[in-house]
């Protein structure tokens, strides 16, 4: 799972976009932070990216235009779910993780055959 934010000291910005993408990543960090996503979060690797900071490359890459934007990642490193709503229920993202983790068990035990 990689959360990629901008950082909350730029919500205070004079560039409109950059203060939105701020204010937007705190109110991401907090459905992030509710007790049912933090629970299914024990079933992944999370990593924290600042978009501020991130390469232009990984940029590309990860086709980070806009922050914040949460990607996850099936056990064999295949993107199977991206999360950019603000407006998300923690329980309803706690339930796609639940079923991502599930399917990467299932690809697990089918490797082990």
Not at 37 to 57: I, M, P, Q
Not at 81 to 92: C, D, F
Request: some cysteine; hydrophobic content about 40%.
């Amino acid at each position: 799972m990689l959360f990629f934010y901008w950082p909350s000291e730029d919500a205070q910005a004079d560039s409109e976009e950059t203060a939105e993408q701020a204010e937007r990543s705190m109110l991401m960090s907090e459905i992030l932070s509710a007790e049912a996503v933090r629970a299914a979060s024990t079933f992944f690797h999370c990593y924290k990216c600042n978009v501020k900071e991130l390469d232009a490359k990984l940029k590309e890459k990860y086709r980070i235009r806009y922050a914040p934007k949460v990607l996850f990642f099936d056990v064999n490193g295949k993107k199977t779910w991206w999360l950019t709503n603000i407006k998300a229920s923690p329980n309803g993202v706690a339930k796609k993780m639940a079923q991502i983790a599930f399917q990467s068990n299932k690809l697990l035990e089918e490797a082990k055959k």
